[in-house]
């Protein structure tokens, strides 16, 4: 995105350094990265990075309105409510395209958000091992609002353990040892304190939770959680009789708490009014089909990792849909093909973390990551063979 940063990137890049910092990254955890690491960052101007703070801090006003809880009622299923709401959730991530407008000028817009964890441990051992093998331009960094490592670690403890000891907090996942985004895992147990651990190793007594904490049982006081509960709909009845534990009246804290995961998800977008959020409108409530179907795409609001997404749309895939409440019609958006590699360019994203921590009044910007990619969608399924895709995170453009 600044070409004079590109170009000496990309001159300077050989595979050697780049198999040396990948051989680094995995000794951290070894076997632990499942999925590909792009060859490079992206590297954003600040009037770029002003962009997407801008369309994110417009976003957040939406969800610390008091309204904001009674417009988003209908969005969590019924049969996952979860009792112990808190008032707010403590993790947003957004997700934007780089995209290209009819201007032919490159702008954010926004894909998806979410109001649960992503890979906010991982990214720190990202940038480290980035920082030794490769050169970052001076007055770029990864992290906002004058965030630093440490800092940017503390507050992640001091919303995720809070005051409760670090052996009464637990990142809670079904088997996250064979989860993609595991590496995460090992990185939050290493930078927090806290062990990770999987819902079918949870003990109940009366309202109490507990697991066993090598080989002494430890009380739950805290669940950090990542356990995404349509995923919990799809396995062996064995877990998902194990996940019901989670829907009983629990002497416990989340954070963040289940429901969040959908009140601030895809059921959110409709509600933005916003140059760089795509307009969407809830199926049910669209009058007239537009005639352009094929600059649209369809979502359903209850699935994750772009599972049921129609991006060709049709008149006979809308009407298909038998339930249109649980759907969105949403505007395309034309990525641009904005990363200068050795072949062709690539389409990238960039994922935005919020920090909220209890007693604030709002979210905080703290750090970032980003996929790049060279298929039709963004995701491993799409780049399979390619090189200058994958994983990877933003240095942005500090003043």
Request: charged fraction near 25%.
């Amino acid at each position: 995105m600044i070409p004079a940063i590109r170009k000496e990137y990309n001159e300077a890049f050989t595979k050697e350094k780049y198999e040396a910092f990948l051989e680094e990254l995995n000794t951290a955890h070894p076997g632990a990265i499942e999925f590909r690491v792009a060859e490079t960052p992206i590297f954003v101007p600040k009037d770029f990075k002003n962009k997407i703070l801008d369309a994110c801090e417009s976003i957040v006003d939406i969800i610390v309105d008091p309204k904001f809880n009674e417009l988003t009622q209908n969005a969590i299923p019924k049969n996952l409510r979860v009792t112990g709401e808190t008032s707010h959730s403590h993790f947003i991530a957004f997700d934007f395209g780089i995209c290209i407008n009819e201007a032919g000028e490159y702008e954010p817009q926004l894909i998806e958000m979410q109001g649960f964890p992503t890979l906010f441990a991982y990214e720190v051992l990202l940038d480290d091992t980035f920082r030794k093998h490769f050169p970052v331009p001076a007055n770029f960094d990864c992290y906002l609002n004058g965030f630093t490592r440490e800092t940017y670690i503390k507050l992640l403890t001091e919303i995720i353990v809070a005051d409760h000891d670090p052996e009464n907090v637990i990142l809670l996942e079904i088997f996250p040892g064979q989860q993609k985004t595991k590496i995460d895992f090992y990185c939050t147990e290493e930078y927090l304190g806290i062990k990770m651990v999987c819902l079918t190793e949870l003990i109940k007594e009366g309202q109490q939770l507990y697991y066993m904490n090598d080989g002494k049982k430890t009380r739950v006081k805290r669940i950090y959680n990542r356990v995404i509960f349509d995923d919990l709909q799809q396995q062996t009845p064995e877990v998902q009789e194990k996940g019901k534990v989670l829907f009983e009246e629990l002497d416990v804290e989340w954070c963040p708490h289940p429901n969040w995961f959908y009140r601030i998800s895809k059921f959110t977008l409709p509600l933005i009014r916003h140059p760089y959020v795509p307009q969407t409108w809830y199926l049910n409530e669209v009058k007239q089909i537009p005639a352009d179907l094929e600059n649209y795409v369809l979502k359903p609001l209850f699935s994750f990792a772009g599972q049921g997404v129609v991006i060709d749309v049709t008149q006979a895939d809308i009407d298909k849909v038998k339930d249109p409440e649980n759907w969105i019609l949403q505007r395309k958006v034309k990525y641009a093909e904005v990363i200068q590699t050795p072949d062709v360019p690539a389409k990238a994203e960039i994922r935005m973390f919020y920090f909220w921590k209890d007693g604030e009044a709002r979210p905080v910007a703290t750090n970032n990551l980003g996929r790049l990619s060279k298929g039709k969608m963004i995701g491993v399924r799409y780049n399979k063979d390619k090189e200058w895709v994958g994983g990877n995170f933003c240095y942005f453009e500090a003043h």
